[in-house]
């Protein structure tokens, strides 16, 4: 911005002594209209787009703004749930319900038409809301999702408890924060928000459309599947080149992850004659199931 404004004063400053020149013969009509070509070619530079990630409170349209600039998504958080939930539930605010239950899928498009805004065209509206609420509001809800009211649209289906201690277990202590996994949490994130989507899928022919998204390879899936059984040896499991575990570094990385959660633990296992042991993997009896 600041170069712009010095080219379209220098070029103010040349158009103003051309003029004097061409009055006294000095200089042609020709120079004078070039100057002033090039005075009018200067075009504004785009304003700088700030990097959103959340928001706490604000209107749908002003939303659907914040998703254009922002295609890969917004977060919502609100400290309190029960301030939010209760601005949906007043009267002349069915466009905003509706709106953040549509947000749920993040692969559909929505159009806002207003006479001061102008047309507004997102091409994905994805979504999520974050907040804390306390026990008894939520039982409300709750209980208003499962009637037969206008309560009972989905919306509060729509989301999932994430930390619920059971009263009288809790305790909290006062410990010093866990820096390596906060950096650990810190790097994923910036990873994932600097990921470019559509150049790492890449598009396929009659594609270009389509909003592009990611899903997640885990060994788990492989085993909901059957493709990995209970004691199947981790040697076979990687050579057989599935993606993203097609090496024994991923496939141990893997692993580890769902020894982390439970869900299978690694076992060495002898042969009866001199041969090398071989690891397999047990699953928890939840998976053989």
Not at 51 to 75: C, F, H, Q, V, W
Not at 90 to 113: C, P, Q, T
Not at 136 to 143: A, F, K, Q, T, W
Not at 205 to 222: H, I, Q, S, T
Request: hydrophobic share 35%; net charge negative.
């Amino acid at each position: 911005m600041m170069v712009l404004s010095a080219e379209r004063a220098a070029l103010k400053k040349e158009l103003e002594a051309t003029a004097k020149k061409v009055v006294s013969a000095r200089a042609s009509r020709g120079d004078l209209d070039g100057i002033r070509a090039d005075l009018e070619g200067l075009e504004e530079p785009e304003p700088p787009t700030p990097r959103r990630y959340t928001t706490n409170d604000t209107s749908i349209e002003k939303m659907a703004e914040l998703l254009m600039d922002n295609p890969d998504g917004l977060l919502l958080y609100r400290d309190e749930l029960t301030g939010w939930l209760r601005s949906l539930d007043k009267a002349g605010h069915e466009a905003a319900r509706a709106f953040y239950l549509e947000a749920w899928n993040g692969d559909g498009s929505h159009e806002v038409d207003r006479i001061g805004r102008g047309s507004l065209f997102v091409k994905a509206v994805c979504v999520s809301v974050l907040g804390g609420i306390q026990p008894g509001p939520l039982s409300s809800y709750v209980e208003g999702a499962f009637d037969d009211g206008e309560s009972a649209d989905g919306l509060l289906q729509r989301l999932q408890v994430l930390v619920y201690p059971d009263r009288g277990r809790f305790d909290p202590t006062d410990l010093s924060p866990d820096l390596d996994a906060r950096d650990r949490a810190y790097k994923i994130c910036k990873q994932l928000a600097d990921l470019d989507v559509e150049e790492f899928v890449g598009g396929a022919p009659g594609e270009a459309e389509e909003v592009p998204y990611l899903n997640f390879d885990v060994l788990l899936k492989r085993i909901h599947r059957g493709d990995v059984e209970d004691g199947a040896k981790t040697r076979d499991i990687w050579r057989r080149g599935w993606s993203r575990l097609g090496t024994a570094g991923d496939l141990a990385e893997a692993i580890a992850v769902l020894e982390g959660l439970g869900w299978v633990r690694r076992e060495e296992v002898k042969p009866n004659n001199a041969g090398r042991p071989s690891e397999i993997l047990r699953l928890h009896p939840e998976l053989r199931e």
